[in-house]
């Protein structure tokens, strides 16, 4: 088949160019550059290509003429972009970075910069053809293309600061500061990324956003300065980094035949264009503590290391990290971001382009942006996990706290990435920055078939129908998000009394005149202490926010402001509160601290409502909360791996069960206010638990082998029941066994080290104890040695373990210790546990062993579960957690599963379809249910709780902090969620119908 070019000139014979002419966005254009790359070197990859590489190349065509006249200027790119399972994938930076490096290395050597960048900017154009190639193919989706480009952007800015600085150092020497014993140290520089650059959310056409920062004063030498040297007449850091700065910004922006990396923007640093170019870390810190304004906090959360020294660029971050996400903000938040918005679409968009400019219009990407920033900016401060320079995750996280409703952000998520498309579509034309819809028919009926529409008129109604949505959401959220407003109290406390028992009484106050008098103390302080003015009217603001969180009811006494941080017992709260602040001692100081970090008081507020024993650990170290919340270590999730490495640190401690004590009562803390903030999943927290535990075990087993001289673990500590299953909750004991090497000589010497580890772990002394450990799951129970040799084990269980024994090793891990003893030791309970293949003799198995099982649970159900408290029980009784358990660990010994943990298997279940997919997700669904129902009591008493409360005060308690508005909600849902695990387990084991409740 003949394709032709213009009128009647032949251009190839290749018959899938036909089909991928006839279905691009604009034939014409894919003719006329198909004509003049056949004419080039690439005319037999052109004469040769699939239809799949037809197509391809005819979207490019099509879409983005620009990087079709790179193609035709260099033909040689086309081989390379042809590959196409290369471009379904995107690349990743780290290889873009090391490609750069490869190109720049020897030019840098020889000293030889022009060609070092003229290299970087060919590199920059191909990789931005590949690009669009992927893009306009549909290979990559809007999100994923963004990446990409901001990647790429990060390869070029790090490499034209390498070679601009290794430039300069050879012309001025390098810079140094003195630190504080008068030493002189290399000083550092870093560029960081703001606007989209810093958000890793690019255009094709973007500016980028960029602020330099180098870390201290000094002086620049040749040499490396020796002590002693004062540097005076030697240029200062200042002119160095300045220098430096002016460099980067000419290299970046220059226009040469090969074509220009990026258009730079510098007005976004301190003062705008009046401030310097580059300011010292100190420098930047004073600015934003004095003049900092909401448009720039707002900047500043998209801030991120593009070039340079990434530990300068994290302190940088680290020092604005309270002026970005600051813990208080102005009333006024909302009403500033719609004044700078009302000031863009004034002063910079164009007159009748407020509906056709997709970033800066009506509707249009930056009110999406700024509704997510304000947001942050006035949540971050108190909830670190808001902290994200990324538009979409920040809207996904909003939901997760309660802050946005689900369908604005999926609306607005939705809306942003069609945008981001337009918008990539239109500077894609001729890489220029622009965000206009192009009035003109025939650019605008190419856009539409770009975009997927079939006409114009269909591209302009989905546009118009997207920024009508968007600006909707925009005009409700910032006319009705405002910092919180508080009841007006009453103005005296004295002669006041019964307006403020009503008060109280209207916030769900049970003893309103108790409380009144705990206020009255709060607001005025003890009759024998002096409390100032200040202080007082500090206390005046603090109060509201404490009723703000405590329910208010209807008639019929159902909760009508139920929240999830909504109190479930104002006067227990009231009375801890006292408790604290008396333990804490300076009332001024603490309300001044509490003034400037409201979210650090309402979390002492939560943590005694949803705590007992952690309150009571707050209250007995009073800067434990605040310390671990100012210093943003909520926000982290650590591994076993990043606790032990903690918990080293104290080796050479001489009292190590102080250490341990002590770093466990604050990492304990520490996840348990992650739990109750929500930073941390219902599944998280069991999970962060648990690896405490495991990193307690190993250390407390490497200062016990320290202590009797033992380099090398002689045993393998497993984990067994919760511990195993990384399900450790609130007051679990640490299920454990010790197993030795069939190789091992002196038994008696290991049990005394055992001892040891048990000791430094469960010995109660002034400071408490670690956790209690139970090693009662050895072979014989407690008659049985503490330590035992494998072959030990495998005989035991082969031929005296009983059937729940073996049931138990579902749940067995190792924990630490010996690496290939509890490889072994893991690898023999594969076996044992494996009844699809017994592995024979095993006395336990037997061919009836899913009854036994099913008899075992029946005699849990009678004998654990109290008499007449059958609809409370929700671990023991019918259609409990212990169904939902024993559903996993009898399935998995069918099918020789192996997965400790409860919720894993029983997803691995539902994944490998070994039960009906309607079961595995009720059942899944609702074992997590009560389990959250077990965590929420559990972290109240610190108890192993079984059972919900018999009397209706603390039952009620426990249906606010599970999130039901009235107790008979509560009692209903959890009936349903019990019936329906009931159900499921007796289609698994066998059985009668669950009993309606």
Not at 550 to 560: E, F, L, N, S
Request: charge should be neutral; proline fraction near 5%; include cysteine.
């Amino acid at each position: 088949m003949t394709v032709k070019s213009g009128r009647g000139r032949k251009q190839t014979e290749n018959g899938c160019w036909e089909v991928a002419i006839k279905e691009a966005a604009s034939p014409e254009r894919v003719r006329q550059w198909l004509g003049q790359l056949q004419a080039s070197q690439a005319g037999k990859l052109i004469a040769t290509a699939t239809a799949e590489q037809c197509k391809a190349l005819a979207a490019l065509f099509s879409g983005s003429p620009i990087s079709a006249q790179r193609l035709l200027t260099h033909p040689e790119w086309l081989a390379a972009l042809m590959d196409v399972e290369m471009l379904r994938h995107p690349r990743k930076a780290q290889g873009l970075r090391l490609e750069v490096a490869g190109l720049l290395e020897p030019t840098l050597a020889s000293q030889d910069y022009q060609e070092a960048l003229r290299r970087l900017r060919l590199f920059q154009q191909r990789e931005l053809v590949r690009i669009a190639m992927r893009d306009l193919a549909g290979f990559g989706d809007v999100m994923e293309i963004v990446r990409e480009l901001s990647d790429l952007a990060d390869a070029c800015l790090a490499a034209v600061a390498r070679v601009c600085h290794q430039q300069l150092s050879a012309r001025m020497g390098q810079p140094y500061f003195q630190d504080a014993s008068g030493r002189w140290q290399p000083a550092t520089f870093c560029v960081l990324g703001l606007g989209k650059l810093g958000g890793q959310e690019l255009n094709y056409s973007s500016d980028v956003d960029v602020i330099f920062v180098y870390s201290d004063e000094g002086a620049v030498f040749k040499t490396p300065p020796r002590h002693g040297e004062t540097g005076a007449r030697n240029p200062g850091n200042h002119q160095f980094f300045t220098r430096l700065a002016e460099m980067f910004v000419a290299e970046v922006g220059r226009t040469t035949p090969e074509g220009q990396l990026y258009r730079i923007d510098l007005r976004l640093r301190p003062e705008g264009k009046a401030g310097p170019l580059a300011r010292s870390l100190e420098s930047y810190e004073n600015y934003y503590a004095q003049w900092g304004q909401t448009w720039e906090r707002m900047m500043l959360i998209k801030a991120r290391c593009v070039a340079g020294d990434e530990a300068l660029a994290h302190e940088f971050i680290e020092t604005v990290q309270s002026f970005r996400y600051p813990r208080y903000v102005s009333p006024r938040l909302f009403d500033e971001v719609a004044a700078v918005k009302e000031r863009i679409e004034n002063e910079v968009v164009r007159e009748g382009e407020l509906s056709r400019n997709v970033k800066l219009g009506r509707g249009g990407i930056r009110e999406i942006e700024f509704i997510a920033q304000a947001f942050q900016v006035l949540h971050g401060g108190r909830l670190p996990f808001l902290q994200d320079h990324q538009t979409l995750p920040a809207l996904q996280k909003l939901v997760r706290y309660n802050l946005m409703e689900r369908e604005d952000a999926v609306a607005l998520a939705d809306v942003y990435q069609f945008l981001r498309k337009v918008e990539h579509r239109l500077q894609m034309e001729n890489h220029q920055q622009t965000h206009t819809i192009p009035d003109e028919p025939e650019a605008l009926t190419r856009l539409a078939k770009l975009m997927g529409c079939r006409t114009r008129d269909e591209f302009e109604r989905l546009l118009s129908k997207n920024t009508s949505r968007v600006r909707a959401i925009y005009e409700r959220l910032l006319k009705t998000e405002k910092a919180p407003e508080h009841e007006l109290l009453p103005a005296r406390i004295e002669g006041a009394e019964e307006e403020w028992q009503a008060l109280l009484a209207a916030h769900s106050f049970r003893d309103p005149v108790k409380a009144f008098k705990l206020i009255a103390e709060f607001i005025q302080g003890p009759g024998y202490v002096h409390v100032s003015a200040h202080t007082e009217e500090l206390a005046r603001e603090l109060v509201p926010r404490l009723l703000a969180l405590c329910p208010k009811k209807d008639a019929t006494g159902r909760i009508v402001n139920l929240q999830p941080r909504t109190l479930s017992d104002p006067d227990r709260v009231l009375a801890r509160l006292d408790g604290f602040i008396s333990a804490y001692g300076s009332r001024a100081m603490l309300y001044e601290s509490w003034a400037r970090n409201p979210a650090l008081f309402e979390l002492l507020i939560l943590l005694f409502d949803r705590s007992e024993f952690l309150a009571e650990t707050a209250i007995r170290t009073p800067d434990m909360v605040d310390d671990l919340m100012l210093r943003g270590l909520l926000n982290r999730s650590k591994t076993a791996a990043d606790i032990l490495e903690e918990l080293r640190h104290g080796r050479e401690d001489e009292d190590q069960k102080l250490w341990l004590r002590r770093y466990h009562e604050t990492e304990f803390m520490r996840i348990g206010l992650r739990d109750i903030l929500g930073l941390a999943g219902p599944e998280q927290h069991l999970l962060e638990l648990t690896a405490l535990a495991d990193a307690c075990l190993q250390y407390a087993l490497e200062a016990a082998m320290r202590a009797q001289k033992i380099s090398r673990p002689p045993v393998a500590i497993i984990g067994m029941g919760k511990l195993g299953g990384r399900e450790l909750t609130y007051g679990s004991d640490l299920d454990v066994i010790f197993v030795a090497p069939d190789s091992a000589k002196n038994l008696p010497k290991l049990q005394s080290l055992a001892v040891a580890v048990l000791d430094l772990l469960s010995t109660q002394t002034a400071q408490g104890l670690v956790f209690r450990t139970d090693t009662r799951l050895r072979p014989d129970g407690e008659k049985g040695l503490l330590v035992n040799t494998l072959s030990a084990y495998e005989d035991y269980y082969r031929r005296r373990a009983q059937l729940w024994e073996i049931q138990a090793l579902t749940r067995a891990r190792p924990i630490a210790g010996d690496a290939q003893t509890a490889q072994k030791y893991d690898e023999l309970v594969g076996r044992l546990t494996n009844f699809k293949s017994p592995s024979l003799p095993l006395a336990a198995y037997t061919p009836d062993w899913m009854e036994k099982i099913k008899r075992m649970r029946l005699r849990i159900e009678k004998e654990r579960t109290p008499a007449g408290k059958e609809e409370l029980a929700f671990k023991t009784g019918a259609g409990g957690l212990v169904d939902a358990e024993f559903i996993a660990q009898a399935l998995s010994l069918a099918h020789g599963l192996r997965e400790p943990n409860t919720l894993a298997a029983l997803q691995l279940i539902r994944e490998r379809k070994l039960m009906p997919a309607g079961d595995a997700e009720k059942l899944i669904e609702n074992y997590m249910k009560l389990r959250r129902i077990e965590g929420i009591l559990r972290r109240w008493s610190y108890e192993g709780e079984s059972e919900l409360p018999d009397d209706p005060a603390p039952y009620y308690r426990v249906s606010v902090r599970c999130g039901f508005a009235t107790p008979e909600e509560f009692r209903q849902a959890i009936a349903g969620w019990r019936r329906d695990i009931r159900q499921v387990y007796n289609r698994i084991f066998g059985g009668p119908p669950a009993a309606t409740t």
